[in-house]
């Protein structure tokens, strides 16, 4: 059974760094694009970041938000998929998650609606 695990939220400074991990279950890398999206309250969810499948190649996308400042990457060995988040700012606070969907020789998106599995979550806070 396919299953995402989200870990590594909290509290953090504005300036600060948080490392999110996506542990997954299931399914492997070969031919599942990871995404990480995040929901503040009121807003709607949004894409953040993603990393292709091993066979399309692995590239990454990210939203214009968090370029230069937010990293995907992927641990194969562990089948985790983490987000290091640097230069926080009070606009990041959100609950993110991770989700998954089907995908070979095409590049990842960050359209949610793409996404089949969702974990539950993991919240982020920027605050001094």
């Known amino acids: 059974q396919l299953q995402l695990v989200e870990s590594g939220g909290g509290l953090e400074q504005p300036g600060g760094s948080l490392r999110l991990s996506c542990a997954a279950s299931?399914?492997?890398?070969?031919?599942?694009?990871i995404g990480w999206f995040r929901q503040a309250p009121g807003k709607e969810r949004e894409g953040v970041s993603c990393?292709?499948?091993?066979?399309?190649?692995?590239?990454?996308n990210y939203a214009d938000s968090v370029k230069g400042r937010f990293t995907i990457s992927r641990d194969n060995a562990k089948n985790t998929v983490y987000l290091q988040m640097n230069s926080l700012k009070p606009e990041d606070i959100a609950n993110y998650y991770c989700?998954?969907?089907?995908?070979?020789?095409?590049?990842?998106?960050?359209?949610?609606?793409?996404?089949?599995?969702w974990g539950q979550g993991t919240q982020v806070t920027v605050s001094s």
């Open positions: 990393i292709s499948s091993d066979s399309s190649g692995g590239s990454t």
């Open positions: 299931g399914f492997t890398s070969d031919y599942y694009h």
């Open positions: 989700a998954a969907y089907y995908g070979i020789f095409r590049r990842c998106v960050l359209t949610p609606n793409q996404y089949k599995y």
